[in-house]
């Protein structure tokens, strides 16, 4: 797959080189999309492309832009048409390129394009049209076309121009959730951004979804087992441990209870017994809110399993 997404974007980079690739090359690598001077420059005339249009073969969304396949499986030619009106300097952008990097639960978004600052273009009817004084090399995606901003680079987009700070708080968490980006990604595209007005907004989301982090988890986890005097555990990571969608087992051998927690966890629950491994499922937000009840689900599964609290012990006897 990889090699394949190279090969293409290598042969879109060919397509402004004429007489390197037919016109049906270029547009079959841009999902039928293609400008009029990429054709003509190709070998087709100018006539040829009126009487295509002229005949309903061929259809021109956008001013020196067209569309050579009108088969509805192409859902990208819309994306394609946008960026081709504008010229080279374009790219997808904000929520319309967080979309194609799998940001699922919002509202169809408009079809954004980022522009250089200088750069003075009118915008196609339908698309938005957005300037920006930074965008470096490495905030636009490598691999993937159109050519579009990266996944980081897009949700800080996407949460600067949300039409409420509430909307760009759920969706910077839900883009972590759901895998689209990392924290540590995040950090860095806004450290790369311009001046924009919600950076501390931005700043202090991204604060608070990192104290779901495993490595602070364990923190808090820890000073509980020191207070409730757990029996010792052995700790494990599922993944970063900057990251708060990342796991922390703790395991109490011995006692075959596994304790694993992390941010995807809805609420408390404890499965197995009779015999089996008993599993406790902890929310992290749960260590920080109510760290008693936290340490009262462990210790109950302990004790399930023949544990017993140094205060219930019995003394021994001082020998006379």
């Known amino acids: 797959m990889l090699a394949q997404r190279k090969n293409n974007r290598h042969r879109l980079l060919m397509a402004h080189n004429p007489g390197r690739l037919s016109w049906q090359e270029i547009a079959t690598t841009q999902a039928g ?47 394609w048409a946008a960026v081709q009106a504008i010229g080279p300097d374009a790219v997808l952008a904000g929520g319309c390129a967080a979309a194609l990097a799998g940001l ?27 300037h920006s004084a930074r965008l470096e090399i490495t905030e636009i995606d490598p691999l993937r076309l159109p050519r579009r901003t990266t996944p980081a680079r897009s949700v800080i987009d996407m949460a600067e121009w949300a039409a409420s700070r509430a909307l760009a708080q759920d969706l910077l968490g839900d883009a972590v959730r759901q895998r689209i980006v990392t924290i540590r990604g995040l950090r860095e595209a806004l450290s790369r951004r311009g001046p924009i007005s919600r950076r501390t907004l931005i700043t202090e989301t991204l604060d608070r979804l990192g104290e779901d982090a495993p490595h602070l988890t364990e923190i808090m986890f820890r000073r509980i087992e020191r207070r409730r005097e757990l029996p010792p555990a052995g700790y494990g990571v599922d993944g970063p441990a900057d990251e708060p ?39 992290a937000r749960l260590l920080r809110t109510a760290p008693d009840d936290a340490a009262a689900i462990v210790a109950g599964a302990l004790r399930e399993r023949g544990w017993v609290p140094p205060a219930d012990r019995p003394h021994r006897a001082l020998a006379s």
């Open 33 to 79: 999309v293609i400008t009029i001077r990429d054709a003509v420059a190709a070998g087709i005339t100018r006539t040829e492309i009126r009487r295509r249009l002229n005949d309903g073969r061929w259809r021109q969304p956008f001013r020196g832009v067209l569309i050579t396949d009108l088969t509805p499986s192409a859902g990208t030619q819309h994306l």
């Open 104 to 130: 699922v639960g919002y509202d169809a978004q408009p079809v954004t394009v980022l522009v250089p600052a200088d750069r003075r273009v009118s915008a196609p009817p339908g698309v938005l049209l957005r």
């Open 245 to 283: 969608t990342s796991r922390l087992t703790v395991r109490y051998e011995p006692w075959r209870v596994r304790v694993e927690i992390g941010s995807v966890v809805g609420e408390s629950v404890t499965q197995g017994g009779h015999g089996q491994d008993i599993l406790v499922r902890l929310p």
